[in-house]
T-cell receptor, first 113, second 117 residues
Framework: EAQVTQNPRYLITVTGKKLTVTCSQN?????MSWYRQDPGLGLRQIYY???????DKGDVPEGYKVSRKEKRNFPLILESPSPNQTSLYFC????????????FGNGTRLTVT | AQTVTQSQPEMSVQEAETVTLSCTYD???????LFWYKQPPSRQMILVIR??????QNATENRFSVNFQKAAKSFSLKISDSQLGDTAMYFC??????????????FGIGTKLQVIP
């Protein structure tokens, strides 16, 4: 089944404790991206990647890191999480064609205390 | 930069009735794509419908249709014969086609739709 898999689905952590949210897709998509969803703000892009070893900042990259060592994986890293990073996070992927829609993972609800 | 505005934070509709969700956008691009995504309580983001700006014909997908007014930069979603399963947050999204080989999708803040039995 074609899908984008995110883990974990829920995560509660404390300020400053490094964490990684994993994202994997099995559709051989070139493009992958991370979004955060906050009430009243919609979805905002954090980082995106056009292909292996090619990443770039989105609209809200501060406090986040990503890597794209393999085409299928695009982990999101929070080196020192803070409470303002409490949010719902989505990974998405698509073919590198502007007409291709995004395929989303099921989201990760992150709470930083 | 593009902006997408959804001016209705919340809406409700009776089951089997029709409801229209509004979306306006601002862009200087001439070629682009517009999308409506649905997010039910399960949190999953589901593509509902897609419109290509160069196509004048409004897109339809079963009970879902759009009213695309390019000059007015308006892209509303009409849901006919509303069902309880349509209860969800709906996001309008814009994607320029001249994006230099990468996708830059801009989302609205969403409209929460409640279908009432």
């Amino acid at each position: 089944e074609a899908q984008v898999t995110q883990n974990p689905r829920y995560l509660i952590t404390v300020t400053g404790k490094k964490l990684t949210v994993t994202c994997s897709q099995n559709m051989n998509h070139e493009y992958m991206s991370w979004y955060r969803q906050d009430p009243g703000l919609g979805l905002r892009q954090i980082y995106y990647s056009m292909n292996v070893e090619v990443t770039d900042k989105g609209d809200v990259p501060e406090g986040y890191k990503v890597s794209r060592k393999e085409k299928r994986n695009f982990p999101l890293i929070l080196e020192s999480p803070s409470p303002n990073q409490t949010s719902l996070y989505f990974c998405a992927s698509s073919l590198a064609l502007t007409s291709s829609p995004l395929h989303f993972g099921n989201g990760t609800r992150l709470t930083v205390t | 930069a593009q902006t997408v505005t959804q001016s209705q934070p919340e809406m409700s509709v009776q089951e089997a009735e029709t409801v229209t969700l509004s979306c306006t956008y601002d862009t200087s691009e001439s070629n682009y794509y517009l999308f409506w995504y649905k997010q039910p309580p399960s949190r999953q983001m589901i593509l509902v419908i897609r419109q290509e700006a160069y196509k004048q014909q409004n897109a339809t997908e079963n009970r879902f249709s759009v009213n695309f007014q390019k000059a007015a930069k308006s892209f509303s979603l009409k849901i006919s014969d509303s069902q309880l399963g349509d209860t969800a947050m709906y996001f309008c999204a814009f994607m320029p086609s001249n994006s230099g080989g990468y996708q830059k999708v801009t989302f609205g803040i969403g409209t929460k739709l409640q279908v009432i039995p």
